[in-house]
T-cell receptor, first 112, second 112 residues
Framework: SAVISQKPSRDICQRGTSLTIQCQVD?????MFWYRQQPGQSLTLIAT?????????ESGFVIDKFPISRPNLTFSTLTVSNMSPEDSSIYLC?????????FGQGTRLTVV | GNSVTQMEGPVTLSEEAFLTINCTYT??????LFWYVQYPGEGLQLLLK?????DKGSNKGFEATYRKETTSFHLEKGSVQVSDSAVYFC???????????FGTGTKLQVIP
């Protein structure tokens, strides 16, 4: 399966600031997905990112809060904007190949 | 829409005990089914998968069989080890839109 490098692996941020998470795939992929995993919870899809078009957001998530870039077929970023303690979560990027989903290592974000 | 239901945890077992984690699903079309594992402090890893009815996925002593008639994909292991302590997520991908639908996760704790 393909490999996704995600960074940072963890960060502690002040409320009101923004953090950008990067994911680099080792080969070209059509779609990339961003998930959030709140403490003790399952994974929730934030948005789907295709290269060359605006990301598609799931219910409850908006572009102003979670802007996404997808400049080419191997890279994507997710920004968590104007952070509050409620944004403390693990954020994961994902893509798929041959009906299998593979994930980055995750970014553990703590907002203080 | 698609959904995955898995048994609630935590599940606590003694070493060498038999493990079953139940998972049932609802999906349009013919989904591919997965079990992912998340070890403490780590990202999500694919444990096993099955892409069509009656397929059996297996890895590291874990097995799960795709049962279309009961829409189930239960995870089993004959003899668990302390190192199997983790959170296990049942998941599916269905249709041409390859986003993953996850269950809520089941925490497994194996005690010596």
């Amino acid at each position: 399966s393909a490999v996704i490098s995600q960074k940072p692996s963890r960060d502690i941020c002040q409320r009101g600031t923004s953090l950008t998470i990067q994911c680099q795939v080792d080969s070209q992929v059509t779609m990339m997905f961003w998930y959030r995993q709140q403490p003790g919870q399952s994974l929730t899809l934030i948005a789907t990112a295709n290269q060359g078009s605006e990301a598609t957001y799931e219910s409850g998530f908006v572009i102003d809060k979670f802007p996404i870039s997808r400049p080419n077929l191997t890279f994507s970023t997710l920004t968590v904007s104007n952070m509050s303690p409620e944004d403390s979560s693990i954020y994961l990027c994902s893509s798929d190949r041959n009906t299998e989903a593979f994930f980055g290592q995750g970014t553990r974000l703590t907002v203080v | 829409g698609n959904s995955v239901t898995q048994m609630e945890g935590p599940v606590t077992l003694s070493e060498e005990a038999f493990l079953t984690i139940n998972c049932t699903y609802t999906a349009t079309g013919y989904p591919s089914l997965f079990w992912y594992v998340q070890y403490p402090g780590e990202g999500l890893q694919l444990l096993l998968k099955a892409t069509k009815a009656d397929d059996k996925g297996s890895n590291k002593g874990f097995e799960a069989t795709y049962r279309k008639e009961t829409t189930s994909f239960h995870l089993e292991k004959g003899s668990v080890q302390v190192s199997d302590s983790a959170v296990y997520f049942c998941a599916l991908i269905s249709g041409g839109y390859q986003k993953v639908t996850f269950g809520t996760g089941t925490k497994l704790q194996v005690i010596p």
